[in-house]
């Protein structure tokens, strides 16, 4: 107890500053957990989250029977998979190479030019795709049909063919330069003798990325993948939203908004925190996984 006191005396500054962030999680995090029950329980307004009967996993065995489980899981995690595998290596390529400009001008304005399209607002970048992607006027599919990239009868924002891939490939541009900072900073810490060293062995750029720079920051790299899978089924409800239409729907229908259409615009809040239930599941599931699996392979986890 003596030594617990000492130690708050001593660092109670550093505590005083994590406070507001527990507070946060606190609020946000787990208090709201108090309406998990939800889930199990036949909702009733008059009597509240705790009021209605308990009717155990009926609702998770509605969705479960339901036609669209299959579909709003598979597009789920197409989509999010897809954005994976295609959007976590850009960034840490983005990194690597940024690292390698000498010129401290160029390469500023570089990280400028990368990080600004993180700033714009999901709405905003929606409205940029329907403009650009437009079926007769816009540039991007225009210019994607001269080329015969795409058919010439392709719509590329009402083709379920076309949903994932525009989806992936705009979050990718937009994410890239915000999500290679962290790659960056991992990449200051290198000991500048190992690229003097390089150089004088005669080792170009590309062979000074792969033997210094990705072994420096692997790591990291294991870290935010295992990260990314915790949230393998978190596919962003808001741009899946603005982008969805009724052509489209097929590949669009994903859990988050699934829940939004049956739960809460149909009034069934206890579908919709069961279905939401089983999506936080499974994100656990494929986080503690991905967890065990690289920390049995390369000794590097977040447990």
Known sequence: MVNVKKYFRRNWQLWVMLFPAMLYILIFCYVPMYG??????????????????FVGFKYFKQYFESPMFF????????????????????P??????????????????VQTTVYIPYFISVVVLV???????????????NFLKAIHLVGKDVNLLG??????PVYVLSGVWQTMGWNSIIFIAALASVDTQLYDACRIDGANRWQTMIHIDLPAIMPTIIIMLIMN????LNVGF???????????????????TYVYTVGIKSSQFSFGAA??????????????????????????GLM
Request: positive net charge; charged residues 15%.
């Open 71 to 90: 579909s709003t899981l598979k597009n789920t995690f197409v989509i999010s998979f897809a954005s994976i595998l295609v959007g976590f290596p850009i």
């Open 229 to 232: 899978m915790g949230n393998i």
């Open 159 to 164: 083709s379920e063919s076309t949903f994932m």
């Open 238 to 256: 808001d741009k899946v939203f603005l982008m969805q239409n009724s052509l489209n729907l097929g590949a669009s229908q994903v859990i988050s």
């Open 127 to 141: 409205s940029m795709l329907r403009i650009m992607l437009a079926d007769d006027s816009g540039v991007i599919s």
């Open 275 to 300: 279905v939401g239930l089983f999506n936080t599941l499974i994100n656990f599931v494929f986080l503690m996984a991905t967890n065990a699996i690289a920390k049995r392979s390369t000794g590097t």
């Open 92 to 109: 840490i390529i983005l990194a690597m190479v940024v690292n390698q400009i000498r010129n401290k001008k160029w390469k500023r304005t």
């Open 36 to 53: 998990i029950q939800l889930a199990f329980r036949e909702y009733d307004f008059s009597k509240g989250l705790t009021g209605g009967a």
